[in-house]
């Protein structure tokens, strides 16, 4: 939510900033800005409404705006509608102070109150404005800089990743974190800070990530970073080593599809270093057995897809460990007053690893004593550093708004974590565990089946695109499938879709299904074929147009009830969601490309969501 990028060195500053705009638009995407400063034409600031394509237009890629040093910031409004003036960067008043800000000033009010009882003017309806009017105002006080900047840390609550310029600090910028991610590049001759790695993976892969508190004063030939009292601090450096390639499209027409192909290998990548002589191994894992068997309840947080993952994860922990999970959305989980203890693993799953609503989540569950154990894709991400282990999903970086890969990754982790840790509790016996582990095996491969008929789904959604409402119903882990599905549809196609389990059509939601209305049934839980068909049957019977989707061993029987039936191969049945899920997103995609939706940028959407 926001993208934030700061560049000091030797070359023009602009176009760098630009290039990392672009690496970051899908955090927020509603307006752009970069602010520049030079010793000819001082602190320079363009900024506008729209994608960065209008900003980029308006500084002609950058060479209109002098200066080695700047910093520049994509936006996803939360103070004041998307427009040029609410855009970062903000200026103080005397326009000597610039400052981009991802995150929420929450007492802003209160702060700017005060400041206009002292005459200050502000030019925003922005939060953010009041960093750069009370900066400039301490500033002007004092005299000193660096501690006009704590006072201001001191002074403001909430979450913020910040970069301040001032045209009294030449050939520095200043860059301080709190709950909002914020990364150090190191350069030859160069130096940067970003939200995340892609904007600066062109130029260097030696990042250290800032932790709460931390300021950095950031100059070309070095970067020094002080803790919050003003001490200063060694960073631990770490390298990234994934290639610059990952991040871009690769002559895919969108992110969203070229991560949906990218599938079978980021499977492949979760899954084999963790399978050694047939045994499921988390050497990441710190918890010894001992502590497994300790376990008295699992609480799986997250949000979006992510609980999507954890639905399905419940259905399957249970079956395989025999003992209650528990689900909840993250943001409920935090007021819920849940009923978490010592003996309570809490199970945090997120893509980037910065979500706002499942990181207060942990921070809940740390309170009240519970062991944390993550599953993240970003590495180094705030929910990986605070969590007591954290398994990574290594599905490489995931560009756009909708995720697809991060989903497959995450649901492959924690069925494994639940194979391994039914192997120590005594829960699963060889021939069942010796079986998913071969499925595990062979899922890549079924996966990239599955995608081979990707014309055949097209050929679906084309008849189908322009739906105005579509059900997706689905028993037990159908069911957690249908709620991913329906989400991927609704997000980025816009059309209106609900998830039902379909034994509960009938408690109501039945009424609603007329001639025409277009239900996806999803028949790949095998146990319950037989009650998932007498559901279709009955949406049949009131109108609906179906889509099905079943399993190879299964497609003949459904084809007797349904003419367009989609089939995925036949797993194990705890990873059938994982080969089930993939013509879903396929559908969900070209139903949005039908549309000429903007597919891998949703509206009012963004890919880290970090506000409450
Ligand atoms: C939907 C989607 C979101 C995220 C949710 C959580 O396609 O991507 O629903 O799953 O915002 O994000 P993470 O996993 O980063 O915590």
């Keep these: 939510m926001c993208g934030i990028v700061g560049f000091v060195g030797t070359e023009q500053a602009a176009p760098i900033l630009l290039d990392g705009l672009e690496r970051l638009e899908y955090r927020g995407y509603d307006s752009a800005g970069i602010a520049v400063l030079s010793e000819k034409n001082g602190l320079q600031v363009r900024k506008s409404k729209g994608r960065l394509k209008v900003l980029k237009a308006l500084v002609d890629g950058g060479r209109t705006m002098d200066g080695v040093l700047g910093v520049g910031h994509t936006r996803w409004a939360t103070h ?12 103080s008043q005397d326009s000597h102070i610039a400052v981009v800000h991802n995150g929420i000033i929450e007492n802003y009010m209160e702060i700017k109150e005060f400041l206009l009882s002292q005459g200050v003017e ?37 979450a913020y990743a910040l970069g301040i310029l001032c045209s009294d600090l030449p050939d520095a910028f200043i860059a301080a974190r709190k709950d909002a991610p914020l990364l150090l590049g190191y350069g030859e001759g160069c130096n940067f800070i970003a939200s995340d790695v892609t904007a600066v993976i062109k130029h260097t892969r030696d ?26 601090v ?46 499921i191994c988390f050497e990441e894992l710190k918890m010894t057995p001992e502590e497994i068997r300790e376990i008295g309840k699992i609480f799986i947080v997250a949000c979006g897809s992510s609980y999507h993952v954890g639905m399905v994860g419940k259905y399957n922990l249970e079956r395989l460990l025999r003992r209650p999970v528990d689900i909840m959305l993250a943001s409920e989980f935090r007021y819920a007053d849940p009923l978490v203890d010592e003996d309570t693993l809490v199970i945090v799953i997120s893509q980037s690893g910065e979500t706002l609503d499942s990181m207060a ?67 699963i016996d060889r021939g069942n565990y010796d079986a998913i582990v071969s499925e595990l095996q062979a899922l890549p491969y079924k996966m ?30 159908d069911f957690a499938l249908g709620l991913e599905s329906s989400l991927k549809l609704k997000e980025i196609s816009y059309v209106h879709s609900e998830a039902y389990a379909s034994g509960e059509l009938k408690h109501g939601t039945i009424s609603l299904i007329e001639d025409g209305t277009l239900v996806v049934a999803l028949g790949t839980y095998v146990p319950l074929f037989d009650k ?49 899920i993939i013509p879903m997103q396929l559908f969900a995609y070209y139903v949005a490309l039908q549309r000429g939706c903007d597919i891998d940028k949703p509206r009012n959407l963004a890919k880290s969501v970090t506000v409450e």
């Excluded at 004041?80 to 855009?87: A, Q, T």
């Excluded at 060694?234 to 027409?253: L, N, P």
């Excluded at 062991?371 to 999903?393: C, P």
């Design 532 to 580: 998932a068909m007498s559901n279709i049957v009955e949406v049949k019977a009131r109108g609906a147009d179906i889509v099905a989707l079943t399993t190879d061993s299964k497609k003949e029987e459904m084809r007797k009830t349904v003419e367009n039936v989609l089939t995925v191969p036949d797993t194990h049945i705890i990873l059938e969601p994982s080969l089930g």
């Design 234 to 279: 060694e960073k631990t450096h770490s390298f990234i080593d994934w290639d610059v390639s990952a991040a871009e499209k690769g002559g895919y027409e969108h992110f969203m599809f070229k991560e949906i192909m990218e599938q079978p290998e980021a499977v492949r990548k979760t899954i084999s270093p963790r399978i050694k002589e047939g045994r």
């Design 80 to 91: 004041g509608e998307p427009n040029d003036i609410n855009s970062h960067p903000h200026l």
């Design 448 to 477: 990239e089946e599955v995608l081979e008929n990707k014309e055949t789904i097209q050929y679906l959604a084309s008849r189908y695109f322009n739906h105005d409402s579509v059900f997706y119903i689905g028993r037990n882990l």
């Design 122 to 158: 502000f030019r925003s309806e922005t939060d953010t404005e009041v960093v750069a009017q009370l900066l400039a105002y301490y500033y002007r006080l004092s005299g000193d800089l660096m501690g006009s900047v704590y006072r201001v840390l001191h002074r403001i609550e909430g």
């Design 361 to 427: 989540a942990l921070r809940e569950a740390r309170k009240l004593g519970a062991r944390i154990l993550s599953i993240v894709n970003v590495v180094g991400s705030s929910i990986a550093r605070e969590s007591d282990d954290v398994l990574y999903t290594w599905a490489g970086p995931e560009i756009a708004v909708a995720t697809t890969k991060a989903y497959s990754t995450q649901l492959i982790v924690l069925d494994m974590l639940g194979m391994y840790f039914a192997e120590v509790l005594g829960t």
């Design 207 to 232: 990042v250290s990530y800032m932790e709460d508190g931390e300021v950095a004063v950031v100059r070309a030939d070095g970067i020094q970073v002080y803790n919050a009292m003003g001490q200063p």
